[in-house]
């Protein structure tokens, strides 16, 4: 099992930069995938951006290409979300989540198929 825990939301301006951290507890963080995953008020849980256990696939809503990247470092268990250039709908709260099913390339973007998730942090973008 891993437990998670999101750190590093806030609230700023548009156009503004953000990073989270979600730091993971337990063995094998580098045999997850992972993935961001926000929900807005009154909206569905949504994918954000992920990487693969391997660290070699990632892929991103196009809401975010090119804005929002993707890190993990293995030795801290630790994996990043750089956000830029931040708009007032990236408003929400951001789940980090971890999943070890599949192969080192496994990325899944559906949230049913993460079985673990920390308990959110919040950002906020005014405009």
């Known amino acids: 099992q891993v437990q998670l825990v999101e750190s590093g939301g806030g609230l700023v301006q548009a156009g503004a930069s953000l990073r989270l951290s979600c730091l993971a507890s337990?063995?094998?963080?580098?045999?997850?995938?992972m993935g961001w995953f926000r929900q807005a008020p009154g909206k569905e849980r949504e994918f954000v951006i992920g990487m693969s256990a391997s660290g070699g696939r990632t892929s991103s809503a196009d809401s975010v290409k090119g804005r929002f990247t993707i890190s993990r470092d293995n030795a801290k268990n630790t994996v990043y979300l750089q956000m830029n250039s931040l708009k007032p709908e990236d408003t929400a709260v951001y789940y980090c989540?971890?999943?070890?099913?599949?192969?080192?390339?496994?990325?899944?973007?559906?949230?049913?198929?993460?079985?673990?998730w920390g308990q959110g942090t919040q950002v906020s973008v005014s405009s």
């Open positions: 337990g063995r094998s963080f580098s045999s997850y995938s």
């Open positions: 989540a971890a999943t070890r099913v599949g192969s080192g390339s496994y990325l899944p973007t559906r949230p049913v198929s993460y079985a673990y």
